[in-house]
C-alpha cells in the first residue's frame, strides 16, 4: 500500500528569525533534511517537500534526498496553502492511498511515531497523533479526505476546520515522543541551532 510523505517546510519562521526547514540539529542535519529522511525509512513514496520561503536554499539542502519539491507560490497565506499545494501534487502525481502530512518544525519526532500512525492507512483513513491527550502530528489523510481537506485548508489552520468536521482516529504517540513544534530560539532543544 502506497503512502505519500507530505512535508511542509514553507514558512518564514518569522518568530524563529530564520525559516525552520534549515534550523540544524545537534549533528548538523537541516530540520528539513532530518524530517525527510524520516519519512523515508518509514517507506513514504513519494517524499513530497512544500518549499516557500528560502525556496532555493531549502531546495539545495534537498538535493541528495529522494525527495520531490513543490513550492507553494502562497506560502505566506501560511499552512493551508502549504497544505493546498502538496496534496495537489501527491493527488495529481501519485496513486497513493493515503498522505501522511509532517510539518518541518518537530525535532522530536521519531521513527516509531510515524510508522504507529502510518500503519491505519487506506484510501478512508483519518487519523491524527495525540501526545499525552493533546493532538499533534503526523496527520494520516486517507484519500477519499483530499479534496475535502484541499478545499477547506486555509491561514494557519491547516486541516483543523476539515477535521473538526471530520473527528479523526486518535493514536497516542506520548509514550515514543513529546510532539512538540519548535516556534522560538528560545524553545530550541539542547544542540539544535540556527545556521
Known sequence: MKIAGLLLAAGAGRRMGTPKALVRDPEGLAWVVRATRLLVAAGCSPVVVVTGASAQQVASELASEPVEPVKALDWEEGMGASLRAGLTKVQDDTSAVAALVVPVDLPGLTLDVVRRVAARADRSALVRAMYDGKPGHPVLLGREHW?????????????RAYLEQHPPIEVECGDLADGADVDRVEDLPEGHRIG
Open 147 to 159: 479534496d475535502g481537506v484541499i478545499a477547506t485548508a486555509v491561514g494557519d489552520q491547516g486541516a
